[in-house]
């Protein structure tokens, strides 16, 4: 299917974030620096605050090599999603550090009995249903991860990316209603 660009037999593809990754972007750990490849060759690879040269990323080699746009798509070739683990979207819009956690296991569990599978839940599954099956903030995040609307923190010099559902100021406000 993929060889032969059978849209029929493939119609999208499931990906991770991939900056998430320690080297997705180019940077300076210790002045906590991360730019994008435009960025360094603003700043000439040389990091402003402490003027060394930038430990540089995936991102800035895959723009060095590339013969067309950032955002290209040619014509007759499978799409792709972009997902987030459900343990993950659980965990985060609990706010519970772990994803191994028994409330985030148990809710997990639940969801998968009631919703067939974890591609499902994630993929297809109407949020009006998965609303009668778990409460409103997972259904939201799962909401978010279907429309690609995350907050994405690529990884860069040996830092690991951050992909987050809910802001800093949304976990907040949560945390005010409780009280």
Do not use: W
Not at 96 to 120: C, D, F, P
Not at 132 to 137: A, E, G, Q, V, Y
Not at 152 to 169: L, R
């Amino acid at each position: 299917a993929i060889k032969n660009k059978d849209l029929n037999k493939l119609k999208y593809t499931i990906e991770f974030y991939p900056e998430e990754g320690m080297y997705h972007f180019d940077g300076h750990r210790d002045c906590q620096i991360r730019f994008s490849p435009e960025e360094t060759k603003k700043n000439k690879g040389i990091c402003p605050v402490c003027k060394k040269p930038l430990t540089i990323g995936v991102m800035n080699r895959v723009a060095e090599l590339a013969d067309r746009p950032i955002g290209f798509k040619p014509e007759n070739v499978a799409g792709f999603k972009k997902l987030v683990e459900l343990d993950k979207i659980i965990a985060e819009a609990l706010d519970i550090k772990s994803r191994q956690s028994q409330q985030v296991q148990a809710e997990y569990n639940s969801l998968i009995k009631k919703g067939g599978s974890e591609m499902n839940v994630l993929l297809d599954e109407p949020l009006e249903n998965l609303e009668k099956m778990t409460l409103p903030i997972i259904v939201e995040g799962i909401k978010r991860v279907r429309e690609g609307k995350l907050i994405v923190e690529p990884g860069f010099d040996g830092q690991y990316g951050v992909v987050k559902i809910f802001s800093p100021k949304e976990k907040e406000d949560k945390q005010r209603k409780l009280f």
